[in-house]
Every structure is written in structure tokens, then in C-alpha cells.
Nanobody
Framework: VQLQASGGGLVQAGGSLRLSCAAS????????MAWFRQAPGMERDFVAF????????YYADSVKGRFTISRYNANNTVYLEMNSLKPEDTAVYYC??????????????????WGQGTEVTVSS
């Protein structure tokens, strides 16, 4: 499956952004999806997960209550709605996919399909 992330940009603290990740090439509902982020000089960290049907989600503690992951299988897209953004949310955000048989995982190394990343900068 090929993934194309978009929607990043520059926003002030307290603002909102919505990231999108469009998938192509395989049956989208066969994959669970996740968002990760990587700040300069840091490791790639888990942000949010959504199962194949959208009924199960999971978030990193740092974004819980502020970010919402969702998916629309009919148009092969997963979204990350980000509200109340903080400067520490500044990073390159990546969407990732893994066949749904693997279940829930927050480990970047488990994901074998990645988008190209979209940059989010939150100014104070």
C-alpha cells in the first residue's frame, strides 16, 4: 500500500490542524493505521492508532484529549485532527500501515508501510 500524507503547516499555539493520509494500491480496510511523529534529533514516536474498522483508537498520553484519529474507508483516507496545539507538538508527522492481522501496535518498527511525512510547526 502507498501512503501520501498532507495537511501540515505553521500554526500558533492553541490552534488546530487536520492531517490527512491517502492510501492506494491495496484494500485499505485490510490495514490498521497509525500516526507517528519525529522531532529534530529525536526518535520517531507513536501518536495515535486506529483499527481497520475505526472502532478502536489509542493515543499517546501526550496527545490524549487533544488529537483525534479517524478513518474513512470509502475514500481510503485516515485523518489526524489536532487541537490545542503546543510548541512541543512540532515535528514531522508520518502515517503508517500494517496488515490488520497484526492487531494493535505502537512500535514504529512493526509498521512496514510509511507515508513521506508532513511537517507541523507550532509557534509560541
Amino acid at each position: 500500500v502507498q501512503l501520501q500524507a498532507s495537511g501540515g503547516g505553521l500554526v500558533q499555539a492553541g490552534g488546530s490542524l487536520r492531517l490527512s493520509c491517502a492510501a492506494s494500491g491495496r484494500t485499505f480496510s485490510n490495514y490498521v493505521m497509525a500516526w507517528f511523529r519525529q522531532a529534530p534529533g529525536m526518535e520517531r514516536d507513536f501518536v495515535a492508532f486506529i483499527n481497520w474498522g475505526g472502532g478502536t483508537t489509542y493515543y499517546a498520553d501526550s496527545v490524549k484529549g487533544r488529537f483525534t484519529i479517524s478513518r474513512y474507508n470509502a475514500n481510503n483516507t485516515v485523518y489526524l485532527e489536532m487541537n490545542s496545539l503546543k510548541p512541543e507538538d512540532t515535528a514531522v508527522y508520518y502515517c503508517a500501515a500494517i496488515p490488520r492481522a497484526f492487531g494493535r501496535t505502537i512500535t514504529a518498527g512493526d509498521y512496514n508501510y510509511w507515508g513521506q511525512g508532513t511537517e507541523v510547526t507550532v509557534s509560541s
